[in-house]
Each structure stands twice: as structure tokens, then as C-alpha cells.
């Protein structure tokens, strides 16, 4: 049973359009994450959720928006997209696990976009 | 701001060898959490250790192994007896001690293990 998973693992696309990539994690963890790997493999983090809320949005486009329509669930769309956002974008989930400063994360597989 | 640098951006090593990568980072934080992470061809994300700051104890799993010296910081990972499979980037992580952190990577070693 896939823990973290992705949709699609694979997408390509033209400049200009708009795409959606959808995470689905089953491990019943309320934070959610979206991790961006650029060309040169550098990993950054883009987006947390915990419970739906959002917590961490690090310096990203207004064309990236997260939707977490409930804790298993953080899709990202992104609009008008651009040459730039070609990358591999990983979602990740981690329990909030009272008394721990530390929950460990677990990555889907990945989503490589490629833009046109 | 946390960061995190591995000086080595490729690394080679014969099978059944010792190897080192090396990791370094910057922080003001007292309380946090370091990791490697193996990224092999398939591109999936697998942790492969982890470290507590608290802890004095160098982290081990098997082959892997961790040389932490947190006044210098400092957090290496020696992989022992190396095998093919372990061809992968690897990465270094830091986790600033809270439920609802984020991790900061370093930019990656790529080892390849030939025979």
C-alpha cells in the first residue's frame, strides 16, 4: 500500500497553461508538505499544512496555490505556468505527535513537470 | 536562517569500501534534528539516518554510520562496505525541533559505487 502518493508522476505541458498536481497520503497524518527540486536537484520547501491550516508558505509565486480539502489530501495548482517551474515537486506528510519536537516526514514519489 | 552545505558534489567509491560524505551547517537553535537522505535513480525521497542534537551518541544503521560533533557543526555520513545499491544522491537535512518545522537540504553528493 503506497503511503504518500502522487498524481501525475509525469507532466508535461505548454507555457501559459494551468495544472494541477494532487498528493493523497494514508498514513492519517495531519501536516502536509510540498518540496521543490529544481534542475540541479536543490531541494526547498514551498507549502505546509497542519489540519488544513496553513503554516509555512515560503517565498513562492501567487500562481502556486495549495488546496488541502481535508488532512489526507494537498493538491497544488499553479497557474500560467512558466519555463521556471519546470522541476520535480514532492509532497511529504508527518504525524503531530504530541511531547515530540520531531516527527519524521515521508515523501510520495515525486512529480516531474516539464513546461514547454 | 538554518543552512546546510555539502562541499562534495560527487563522490566514487569501489564496492566493499569505506566512504565519507561530508555535511555542515549553521545555526543559532539549541534543540534540532540532522538527517541524510538517499535519493536514488527512481527519485524516491528514503531517510537513511537520523540524529538527535541532544543526543552525544553518534547515530548508526547497519552500514551507515554518523560522525556528529555539534561545537564544530559537523555531521558526516560514513557508509561501510559499500554496495552497488547505494549509488544515489545524498543529502543532508536539518529539522529545527518543532512539530511544525520544515527540513533544509543541503545541495546534494552524488556517489556512484562501481564494481
Known amino acids: 500500500d503506497t503511503a504518500v502518493s502522487q498524481t501525475p508522476k509525469y507532466l508535461v505541458t505548454q507555457m501559459g497553461n494551468d495544472k494541477s498536481i494532487k498528493c493523497e497520503q494514508n498514513l492519517g497524518h495531519d501536516t502536509m508538505y510540498w518540496y521543490k527540486q529544481d534542475s540541479k536537484k536543490f531541494l526547498k520547501i514551498m507549502f505546509s499544512y497542519n489540519n488544513k491550516e496553513l503554516i509555512i508558505n515560503e517565498t513562492v509565486p501567487n500562481r502556486f496555490s495549495p488546496k488541502s480539502p481535508d488532512k489526507a489530501h494537498l493538491n497544488l495548482h499553479i497557474n500560467s505556468l512558466e519555463l521556471g517551474d519546470s522541476a520535480v515537486y514532492f509532497c511529504?506528510?508527518?504525524?503531530?505527535?504530541?511531547?515530540?519536537?520531531?516527527?519524521?516526514?515521508?515523501f510520495g514519489p515525486g512529480t516531474r513537470l516539464t513546461v514547454l | 536562517a538554518q543552512t546546510v552545505t555539502q562541499s562534495q558534489p560527487e563522490m566514487s567509491v569501489q564496492e566493499a569500501e569505506t566512504v565519507t560524505l561530508s555535511c555542515t551547517y549553521d545555526?543559532?537553535?539549541?534543540?534540532?534534528?540532522l538527517f541524510w537522505y538517499k535519493q536514488p535513480p527512481s527519485r524516491q525521497m528514503i531517510l537513511v539516518i537520523r540524529q538527535e542534537a541532544y543526543k552525544q551518541q553518534n547515530a548508526t544503521e547497519n552500514r551507515f554510520s554518523v560522525n556528529f560533533q555539534k561545537a564544530a557543526k559537523s555531521f558526516s555520513l560514513k557508509i561501510s562496505d559499500s554496495q552497488l545499491g547505494d549509488t544515489a544522491m545524498y543529502f543532508c537535512?536539518?529539522?529545527?525541533?518543532?512539530?511544525?518545522?520544515?527540513?533544509?537540504f543541503g545541495r546534494g553528493t552524488q556517489l556512484t559505487v562501481w564494481p
Open positions: 545555526t543559532s537553535e539549541s534543540n534540532y534534528y
Open positions: 537535512a536539518f529539522h529545527r525541533g518543532s512539530t511544525l518545522g520544515r527540513l533544509y
Open positions: 511529504a506528510s508527518s504525524p503531530s505527535l504530541a511531547g515530540e519536537t520531531y516527527n519524521e516526514q515521508f
